[in-house]
């Protein structure tokens, strides 16, 4: 398939949107905050869960249950929304989101914590495609750029409001409140979109490809498994991490096949025969697996290294959030300006890779300022490919494979992630072993013998020779995570200078009063 615009968007008088338009864009940033602040405000809470609720031996599973959740169901839900009617398909997503919210606040055991967190999950897996895939309905490709900045700024305050949120809600209110709160936000966002948006009822033909979505799930439960007991739960050879990878490779080989056969595929092949969609895909891996990655580390090495507090961890990674934000919108707005796009994707990687060197020059003696420009460097390339990914990705397919063009991208982008922490923590986790034993001797082996990422209090007990080895194994440790994400960055600026850049559709003519305005498949309601 040919590298063509996406038609059908509502095109509105010289791109700018009605106050309806911005009312519906606004309930979508606050699903989006939703699905991405979760596991930032439950992370500071868990240390209370558990005094509470015990079963300190489970903790890794309330959040491995809910990211399990969240990637296997993305495929899904932007297949449903294809098949089905965007509109249904997302306030669905919300309703099962905030049930797992109600149900996680209420849970009386950490069994039951993690249960209804995998429900949080599936519901979670909808609201970011739901997101991605709307707007791709609603806002022509060359008019999506304005609205880049909007969704960098709900990321970035996720990722720095986050752990300040969850800190002060269960501090004041109580744990349970850390999901409780969900529910306000979901009911806002869920009656603006029921009373504003109105999206087409579709109904196709044929039915759910049950068997394309269970080989895919099983093919991705396996492979962010394998990512988060690698290394960790169990080493790299152990019989379970094989048999997951062996598990894993024959249902996604099994799933491809399979997609070439089924009547209505849960992932068509041929959105891949798109050479930018495909290159979208590469380049949105690559993100997530550096993003994540940076975003563990960096607070680490500052807490570590640099005597920074934790409380504030947040903060710690304002330099490269904040000139993520405004890299973002500087693309946004060039992008609409100009309907051009790929010096992005070059100059994002390119920046990136020398972020990330950097980033791998830290040693004990580093300051604050310094490492802050360089992360700095680092969000300006992120920047440029964060939302770029998503909007060339859109404008690759039809406009009937929206939500699996959305859904795809997200879902690479999370399996970036996932491998990100897995691979970049292994190499840490090993290097800190190794100075630590190198200038600690026993010691440093046994100090770190549980986990290479000691929390304050831990190191606070260290003797002084102890702690200072720590440091510097901190240190190598970064070092080599973030020389490693450098090199991977290179297969992003590789495939950035393969894409082809096909006009964005923009905003059309203005209409005359015949009734003959945005096309019937899909308006937006004046609020009264």
């Not at 309905?137 to 709900?154: F, S, T």
């Not at 999206?199 to 979505?213: E, S, T």
């Not at 992003?492 to 019937?520: C, R, S």
Request: aromatic share 8%.
């Amino acid at each position: 398939m040919a590298d063509t615009p996406a038609a059908g968007a509502v095109e509105t008088d010289g791109g700018k949107q009605p106050r309806s338009v911005r009312v519906v864009l606004l309930a979508l940033m606050v699903a989006m905050m939703l699905a991405m602040l979760d596991n930032m405000i439950i992370g500071t809470a868990m240390p209370t869960i558990v005094g509470e609720l015990g079963g300190l031996e489970h903790l890794a599973w309330v959040v491995t249950a809910y990211t399990l959740a969240t990637a296997a169901s993305t495929p899904v839900w932007g297949k449903l929304g294809d098949m089905y009617g965007r509109k249904a398909t997302f306030m669905t997503s919300i309703v099962i989101f905030l049930i797992g919210s109600a149900l996680s606040g209420m849970a009386q055991d950490m069994g039951q914590l993690i249960a209804f967190r995998a429900v949080q999950g599936l519901g979670a897996g909808g609201l970011m495609v739901g997101v991605m895939a709307i707007i791709g309905d609603l806002i022509p490709p060359r008019e999506r750029g304005k609205y880049q900045g909007m969704m960098a700024a709900v990321m970035a305050l996720a990722m720095i409001g986050g752990p300040l949120v969850g800190g002060t809600i269960t501090d004041n209110w109580g744990w349970r409140w850390a999901f409780y709160i969900n529910l306000p936000l979901g009911a806002i966002a869920l009656a603006a979109v029921g009373v504003v948006l109105h999206l087409p009822k579709k109904r196709a033909k044929a039915g759910i490809d049950y068997l394309g979505v269970a080989l895919l799930t099983v093919g991705i439960t396996s492979i962010v498994l394998v990512t988060t007991w690698g290394g960790t739960e169990y080493a790299w050879s152990s019989a379970r991490i094989m048999e997951l990878i062996g598990l894993g490779v024959a249902s996604l080989v099994g799933f491809v096949f399979w997609q070439t056969k089924a009547a209505e595929p849960v992932l068509p092949l041929h959105i891949f025969r798109s050479r930018n969609f495909t290159l979208m895909s590469v380049i949105g891996f690559v993100v997530g697996f550096v993003m994540f990655g940076a975003t563990l580390f960096l607070p680490l090495y500052q807490q570590a290294v640099q005597g920074a507090s934790a409380t504030n961890s947040g903060l710690l990674l304002l330099p490269m959030l904040g000139a993520m934000l405004v890299t973002s919108m500087v693309a946004g707005r060039v992008t609409t300006n100009t309907g051009r796009y790929k010096i992005f994707p070059l100059l994002g990687s390119a920046l990136m890779i020398v972020g990330l060197y950097l980033l791998s020059t830290m040693d004990t003696d580093t300051t604050r300022l310094t490492s802050g420009v360089f992360m700095a460097v680092v969000g300006l390339g992120m920047g440029c490919l964060m939302q770029i990914t998503m909007l060339v990705a859109q404008n690759s397919v039809e406009m009937k494979d929206m939500g699996v063009a959305s859904s795809s991208t997200t879902l690479f982008r999370t399996l970036g992630s996932s491998f990100g922490v897995a691979v970049m923590g292994a190499l840490f986790n090993s290097r800190v072993q190794d100075v630590m034993s190198e200038k600690a001797g026993a010691l440093g082996s046994q100090a770190t013998e549980q986990s290479a990422q000691l929390d304050a209090a831990s190191l606070a007990k260290l003797p002084a020779a102890a702690r200072e080895a720590y440091q510097h194994a901190v240190s190598s440790g970064t070092h080599s995570a973030f020389l490693l994400g450098a090199v991977i960055v290179v297969f992003a600026l590789v495939a950035a200078v393969f894409v082809t850049e096909v006009p964005l559709k923009g905003a059309g003519p203005k209409k005359d009063d015949t009734g003959d305005g945005a096309p019937a498949a899909m308006t937006v309601s004046e609020p009264v």
